[in-house]
């Protein structure tokens, strides 16, 4: 069955770095995009960004350029987001998320915590 | 961006109750719309795509409706597992926009 497995949960301090994985099974890795969203405690949902798994190349939504890369480890099926220069606002849950059309098939979320 | 405005923010009923949740988009998205179901402490699980398909595997009690602007999830029959927050999404354009969610409670 198709799963997309993320890794734990992080506690963080404001500067410090986070990378985030999310292995991808039950299908062909690179015929899906891999999109990535953030809800912060008690919100929406917001999106980040995507990357073309056949290709690497990532786009960015506008309010997530500059700290945050998406990259592939494709031989493991693993997609990753990297948080530079934490700040106290980063502190959500994170998914990655399969999308054909729609977000059909999501992670289970890493709860990102920053704190000094 | 396109804004998608959801209403009610949150809903109480009962059991075997029908309810509906409604989302309006800030233009016209031509039926490109989903529906989220997301249990506490959980990730999000598509319901409904392109407004009126039911994904595979959610129960036939739930269904979806709308075009142009305005769009609604229908619960019928309400059952105690359907406790959650629902979210509309977009893909008519890019970015892909969310609704601010409606938290369903029961009575």
């Known amino acids: 069955q198709i799963q997309l497995v993320q890794s734990g949960p992080e506690l963080k301090k404001p500067g410090e770095s986070v990378k985030i994985s999310c292995k991808a099974s039950g299908y062909t890795f690179t015929d899906y995009a891999m999109h990535w969203v953030k809800q912060a405690p008690g919100k929406g949902l917001k999106w980040m960004g995507w990357i073309n798994t056949y290709t690497g190349k990532p786009t960015y939504a506008d309010d997530f350029k500059g700290r945050f890369v998406f990259s592939l480890e494709a031989s493991a099926s693993t997609a990753n987001l990297q948080i530079s220069n934490l700040k106290n606002e980063d502190t959500a849950t994170y998914f990655c998320?399969?999308?054909?059309?729609?977000?059909?098939?999501w992670g289970q979320g890493v709860m990102v915590t920053v704190s000094s | 961006d396109i804004q998608m405005t959801q209403s009610p923010a949150s809903l109480s009923a009962s059991l075997g109750e029908t309810v509906t949740i409604e989302c309006l988009a800030s233009e016209d998205i031509y039926s490109n719309l989903a529906w989220y179901q997301q249990k506490p402490g959980k990730s999000p699980q598509l319901l409904i795509y392109y407004a009126n398909s039911l994904n595979d595997g959610v129960p036939s009690r739930f269904s979806g409706s709308g075009s142009g602007t305005q769009y609604s999830l229908k619960i019928n029959s309400l059952q105690s597992e359907d406790v959650s927050i629902y979210f509309c999404?977009?893909?008519?354009?890019?970015?892909?926009?969310f609704g601010g969610g409606t938290k369903l409670e029961l009575k």
């Open positions: 998320a399969r999308v054909a059309d729609y977000f059909d098939y």
């Open positions: 999404q977009q893909n008519y354009d890019s970015p892909p926009t």
